[in-house]
């Protein structure tokens, strides 16, 4: 590739608080986790929460620019109303270490994880939901600067589903549902994000950014799981258009107005007639079942332009399952020629954040391992894979 991205380009990775920290007892996702028969449990997950300034400190090292991480609201409000000094400390500490590190801090708001308080009040489609939400958002605001990318809710798209989770919340039932990042071997194929689910999810979004715009300095958006979605037959084309709408593009159309959107991709999906086909199993596919399929990124890219009306991208999220390093590398140097192809093609991308920076806890389970450092879960000791320094280097040289 001959591109060379823009000076500033952000080169780095990404996390989520329930993922990486352990222990958040608070959250929602800690009862679903208990009651899911099938599921290995968060536990102490990688214990992030200690550790954070190693897992900064590896990233750094080894060329990168930026670290996407979140602020669990479980812990920051842990019952509602009564704000933690000490957990809004922690989370000032940890922008403070990324800034000192040479890391952008890209701060995700909230990423699948709510407080257990709020699921059983209600949550998300109760009538408190936004303004709780927004008293968290403005409270964590006062101890935001220094922070110039701010995501306010993680893959809306694919939250709507979980969503489906907390109605067993306040029963002693497990959930009704699965993860949806784990591609089950049933040939299950998710639902529709409900219209009510949908809306809720947007005027929390829209809440919550002029909150942000009002009291930080920060570019603020949200994060969209992209689905590459394509018809198997032309003749599906209309129900295409219908499956994306409802997916992904009502979610991305209310990003117009954000200052940036971030990009999330992963594998590509077939429709047809009757809706999204069941990707079919095969040894090529990844560790969540999907298949293998790094040109999703630039298709991702390229529909988020088209949608958005031009929105300056930045990748918050690509990356692969697999337990082979080397196919780690192989993939995202596909995805990046991809990416640097757009960017020939005069579309704004303003960088790259490689999920995930560890192996971590992949909603209810622990086999697929996206990471660019693997944990030892007894010892929590970190080692590199060789994909770290491999994108370091790029970060360093700025190109492929
Ligand atoms: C995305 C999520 C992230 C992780 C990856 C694999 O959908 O945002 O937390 O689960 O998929």
């Excluded at 639902?191 to 942000?212: D, G």
Aim: aromatic share 10%; net charge negative.
């Amino acid at each position: 590739m001959t591109t060379e991205p823009t000076t500033g380009f952000l080169w780095g990775a990404s996390t989520a608080p329930h993922q990486v920290e352990g222990n958040n007892l608070n959250s929602d996702w800690w009862v679903y986790e208990q009651r899911m028969p099938h599921f290995g449990p968060s536990g102490d997950a990688v214990d992030s929460y200690h550790r954070y300034e190693e897992d900064m400190r590896l990233l750094a090292e080894a060329g990168l620019t930026a670290y996407r991480f979140g602020i669990e609201w479980a812990r920051v409000e842990p019952l509602p109303g009564a704000f933690s000094l000490a957990e809004i400390a922690h989370y000032r500490r940890m922008i403070d270490t990324a800034l000192s590190l040479g890391l952008a801090p890209v701060v995700t708001l909230h990423h699948f994880s709510s407080p257990r308080w709020f699921i059983e009040e209600g949550g998300w489609l109760g009538d408190t939901a936004i303004d709780r939400f927004t008293a968290y958002v403005e409270r964590v605001c006062d101890f935001l600067d220094g922070v110039e990318w701010v995501c306010t809710i993680n893959e809306p798209n694919m939250f709507a589903f979980m969503m489906l989770m907390a109605a067993s919340i306040n029963t002693d039932a497990a959930p009704p549902m699965d993860t949806p990042t784990v591609q089950p071997e049933n040939g299950f194929v998710l639902p529709l994000p409900t219209p009510e689910a949908t809306q809720r999810l947007i005027e929390a979004h829209h809440a919550a950014r002029a909150i942000v715009r009002e009291r930080t300095g920060a570019a603020v958006g949200w994060t969209v799981a992209n689905l590459a979605l394509y018809a198997t037959d032309p003749a599906f084309e209309s129900r295409l258009k219908e499956e994306r709408w409802t997916r992904e593009d009502v979610f991305l159309d209310a990003a117009r107005g954000d200052d940036f959107i971030g990009v999330q991709a992963y594998s590509t999906q077939g429709v047809d007639d009757g809706g999204l086909v069941p990707n079919p199993p095969s040894p090529d596919n990844t560790l969540v079942g999907t298949p293998y399929r790094p040109d999703a990124l630039g298709i991702a890219i390229r529909h988020t332009w088209d949608v958005t009306g031009g929105l300056p991208i930045l990748v918050t999220e690509n990356g692969i399952a697999t337990a082979d390093d080397a196919r780690r590398i192989a993939y995202t140097t596909e995805a990046l020629t991809h990416l640097l192809t757009a960017v020939d093609d005069g579309i704004d991308v303003r960088g790259y954040l490689h999920w995930s920076a560890l192996d971590n806890f992949e909603w209810g389970h622990w086999e697929p391992t996206f990471g660019l450092i693997a944990v030892d879960r007894t010892t929590f000791a970190r080692t590199p894979k060789p994909s770290l320094s491999w994108l370091g280097g790029i970060a360093r040289r700025g190109r492929l």
